[in-house]
């Protein structure tokens, strides 16, 4: 089945989140559509799957105009979807999910779920998946929720799949089974959109790559492209990928963390015993997959999480058991995960951000009251400095883009007199552009001599970045190995596996 | 006495001692001592003389259960040791990690229950068929009203306004079952006011997003409003014609009705209490094995799931949630209909908030809230039939009963429940 998206303009209010896209997509092929987060990918795709109606523009499948009022029309008409965020019941079983939606039944309405059973077994079967239909779904991996949203397209006979971002939340080893998966998929005569803004992934499976830029396609380009051509297309300049940083000048060990344990509050072990030691001028990088243990351990070395056991000594200073206030005081800055929920306060400007953390005293308060003329020069300074793009520094700051809410976090952070800097996906969200810019920052930090810990769950990121890598997995340290390891082993112990020679 | 006091010190120490992290709740093993306690307190300090007679049949009875006489004072005592061990058992057990199982509370709560019964009862006689059959016709519009709450919150809505639903459905049985002397037409008009309470409870809640809570809350002061002015100012003036519906009988059903025991409670009852059991089978089945049942769920587990599938969220919670309105309305006749055949104002006592109770006790599963629902009916007739009884507890006391089970249970015994991960929750598109 052929499909055409033509002339797909999308706005919402002012916004136009896609301006006349046009693509197509042929049975058996791999398209992927590259964009950077908030060029309007997602809108597209919502546009198609009856999610949102389109102000303009047609879907046409072989040919033929299609209205779609919802998902529903959608699948009928043969489009599945993998969603970024799992569209699964957590409590429901695997053949519970896959029906739902599409139940068969027998006497008096009960459901079928021998048929449902027998469904996922022949699917699963037939793409060598190994899902057990009876397992339900919160208990089964991440990888394997995936699959499971994959066969519930295929039971409803997609011809066209969509995967929105779907090597979010994989490791390396499940990315790449996932890409064999596809191949396998796109071979059977399935038509594959394959959204991503991951250079290294479009290159290893597209058949052909459509590029958008702020809601317009910018380009076609082709798989042989490089990926310094790629970004440039996404981002719309050239842009430099790999960090330009020095071998480290390793200082004493600035921060010894010990048998570091947080339990939490429902008794679950989110963090068991781990240790580790960061020199000044080091940056550490901590990888895994996402939710295993990586949140506890920042957060336990700003002083907000309870029930945290083991020891964290800066400099000699034990941090545990601190206040948040004075594990500030002694020099610890920190970019927290999610900057819309724990970075910022999207209604203050951006000025008042930049001195949310220095509201305590001097310089900016006195007497209790704001210096605002010292805070609008600060503020000017910084955001000349940091290159944010805003209208002006009394902009409120849930209104920038994600790139520049990162910029205004790590301004803030970074413009204290470190002692430790904990910086957690640094980067997540935010452009090509401001990707580069950030990763340089930090590494001038570890270059003035101040110990950093990044965690990341994006490899591209911890290879740029570290200087050791510490792999996280349920909790525990797996191993701490060089910077230089390569990335199927770092895969490999994402997973749990130890590596053969561990080097401290 | 001297038996309990261990249990209480032990447990008591246990309770300060917060770094024991672990997941099995301490709360199990410190209400345990509390009631032995409790119980063991009111025995040796008010004692009794005399025995006590457990009648087990009634006169229309086929087969003739002879009465359990039992020695009140030493029945009692022999209970409050029993119920020591199970404690210090649970104690034990909660030590090394492990939870007490269900069927060692239940063996505790039956031997306290008859321990309390022989102790507080003592030179009398207990009713055990009345007690738990009266028990039963108690719990009818709590089991109604919870089966409302499950279905509301299943599909993510929380019926707070399951008292307003009641009350609605009491005064409309009423109404209407004056007007059309039919008790069947009461039932109608019953189930279309809860219907009516339940619709409007949707539309703010699900179309205009508005907190369930805050409408449920005011949608129960409006009811009782409305039903209180309503009757003053018009059933009051002319009580003969509309505020004096016929009363549903007790049908006894044939051979069932003659089991000894279980016949006379469950099955010498109105035929509103035989639509229960079909409504509690029905609501069970059609929640965990039909389409509609899945979709149901989905919707409270996961609403954009259930979009993305094709499943119409709103239009599938204002369905259940009519529907669920309408099963509470039910409830809310056996008021009007069974208990006394006139409508009174606020005359739920609310009852719904009970019910409430009982569908979080019950874990969102219609066949645990339905227990947890009897139970409480038991509390209050329990209050009933001992002060009828003469017991040497104060009424006011009794009184609390259902009240205190319910906090009790709600508080104390649940341990960790998990409700539809998407109640309370609005749902918006995009």
Request: charged share 15%; aromatic share 6%; hydrophobic share 50%.
């Amino acid at each position: 089945m052929q499909l055409a998206l033509r002339d797909i303009t999308k706005r919402f209010g002012s916004l136009v989140a896609n301006d006349h896209i046009s693509l197509t997509v042929e049975p058996g092929e791999i398209h992927c559509l590259l964009g950077e987060n908030g060029a309007g990918k997602s809108t597209l795709m919502n546009v198609l799957y009856g999610l949102y109606t389109a102000d303009e523009g047609s879907i046409e499948l072989d040919g033929v105009e299609q209205h779609f009022d919802g998902p529903g029309d959608a699948i009928a008409a043969g489009i599945g979807m993998v969603h970024q965020h799992f569209m699964l019941v957590p409590v429901f079983t695997v053949a519970e999910n896959v029906m739902l939606g599409n139940e068969s039944t027998g006497f008096a309405g009960s459901l079928d779920l021998g048929a449902a059973r027998a469904r996922v077994r022949e699917i699963s079967e037939r793409f060598g998946f190994h899902v057990d239909p009876d397992a339900v779904v919160e208990e089964l991996p991440v990888g394997v929720q995936q699959r499971v949203e994959i066969i519930k397209a295929l039971s409803r006979d997609a011809r066209v799949l969509v995967f929105d971002e779907p090597t979010a939340v994989l490791t390396p080893q499940e990315t790449d089974e996932l890409m064999a998966i596809m191949r396998q998929l796109a071979e059977s005569g399935v038509g594959i959109v394959f959204i991503t803004h991951k250079l290294r992934e479009v290159r290893a499976v597209a058949d052909r790559i459509t590029v958008i830029r702020l809601g317009k396609v910018v380009g076609e380009a082709s798989p042989t492209a490089s990926n310094n051509e790629l970004a440039a297309l996404m981002v719309g300049r050239e842009v430099e990928l790999t960090v330009q940083k020095q071998p480290p000048t390793l200082g004493d060990e600035a921060l010894v963390v010990e048998g570091l344990t947080v339990v939490d509050a429902a008794g679950i072990t989110q963090l068991d015993g781990v240790s580790f030691t960061v020199r000044a001028g080091e940056i550490l990088a901590v990888a895994g997959v996402q939710g295993n243990g990586q949140t506890e351990l920042t957060e336990a070395l700003l002083g907000l999480q309870d029930g945290v056991r083991g020891s964290a000594r800066l400099d000699g200073q034990e941090l545990v058991g601190r206040s948040v206030r004075k594990i500030l005081d002694a020099g610890v800055g920190f970019v927290p995960e999610d900057r819309q929920v724990d970075g910022l306060v999207g209604t203050f400007t951006i000025a008042e951000n930049l001195m949310l953390d220095r509201s305590f005293g001097k310089p900016f308060v006195s007497t209790g009251t704001v210096n605002q003329s010292l805070l609008r020069r600060f503020a000017e300074e910084k955001l000349a400095e940091y290159d944010v793009r805003a209208p002006g520094i009394s902009t409120p700051a849930g209104s920038l883009s994600g790139g520049n809410q990162q910029k205004v976090v790590v301004a803030r952070e970074l413009s204290k007199d470190l002692r430790l800097l904990v910086a957690a996906q640094p980067t997540r969200g935010v452009d090509v552009g401001s990707i580069e810019f950030i990763h340089s920052q930090i590494v001038a930090t570890r270059d003035s001599g101040v110990p950093v810990v990044v965690v990341s769950t994006e490899l591209d990121e911890v290879a740029a970045l570290a200087d050791r890598i510490m792999v996280l997995y349920r909790g525990k340290v797996v191993g701490i190995v060089p910077a230089d390891t390569p990335r199927d082993v770092l895969g490999l112990m994402m997973a749990g596996e130890r590596p053969a020679e561990e080097v401290a | 006495m001297s038996t309990a006091t261990p249990t209480v010190a032990e447990t008591g120490g246990l309770a300060s001692d917060s770094g024991a992290s672990s997941s099995v709740p301490r709360k199990t093993p410190i209400l345990l001592g509390v009631i032995t306690v409790l119980l063991g307190a009111a025995v040796l300090l008010g004692s009794q003389d005399g025995d006590t007679t457990f009648r087990l049949a009634t006169r229309a009875d086929f087969v003739q259960l002879p009465n359990l006489v039992v020695p009140a004072e030493a029945t009692a005592l022999v209970a409050v040791v029993l119920m020591a061990l199970v404690a210090a058992e649970s104690t034990r057990r909660y030590v090394a990690g492990r939870r007490t199982p269900l069927w060692l509370i239940s063996v505790y709560s039956v031997v306290a229950m008859f321990g309390f019964l022989s102790w507080a009862a003592a030179g009398g006689t207990v009713p055990v068929v009345g007690l738990l059959g009266g028990s039963l016709a108690l719990a009818v519009p709590l089991v109604f009203g919870a089966l409302g709450g499950v279905l509301g919150e299943r599909v993510g809505v929380v019926n707070i306004a399951i008292d307003g639903q009641l009350l609605a459905g009491a005064f409309a049985a009423a109404l209407v079952g004056s007007l059309a002397g039919s008790t069947w037409a009461g039932l109608l008009g019953a189930m279309a006011a809860g219907l009516l309470v339940a619709l409007v409870l949707a539309v703010f809640a699900i179309s205009y997003y508005v907190d369930q809570v805050i409408v449920g809350v005011v949608l129960n002061v409006l009811i009782i409003g409305i039903t209180s002015f309503m009757f003053s100012q018009v059933l009051s003036e002319n009580t003969e014609k509309l505020n004096s519906p016929p009363r549903f009988s007790t049908w006894d059903i044939p051979l069932l009705s003659d089991i000894p025991l279980i016949g006379p409670i469950l099955f010498r009852q109105t035929p509103i209490v035989y639509l229960l059991y079909i409504a509690v089978a029905v609501v069970t089945y059609a929640l965990y094995r039909t389409r509609w049942g899945l979709r149901l769920r989905a919707v409270g587990e996961h609403p954009k799931a259930a979009d993305t599938v094709g499943i119409k969220v709103k239009a599938t919670r204002y369905r259940t949630m009519l529907l669920a309105g309408a099963i509470a309305g039910l409830g809310g006749a056996f008021y009007t209909l069974v208990s006394v055949s006139q409508f009174n104002r606020e005359m739920t006592g609310g009852a719904g908030y009970i019910a409430l109770a009982a569908v979080i006790f019950g874990k969102w599963d219609p066949i645990r809230a339905t227990l947890a629902a009897l139970l409480f009916g038991f509390a209050s007739n329990l209050q009933g039939v001992l002060s009828v009884l003469g017991s040497p507890v104060p009424s006011e006391f009794m009184l609390m009963l259902p009240y205190v089970v319910t906090i009790f249970a709600v508080a104390g015994l649940v341990g960790r429940s998990r409700p539809p991960a998407a109640s309370g929750q609005p749902y918006k598109k995009g």
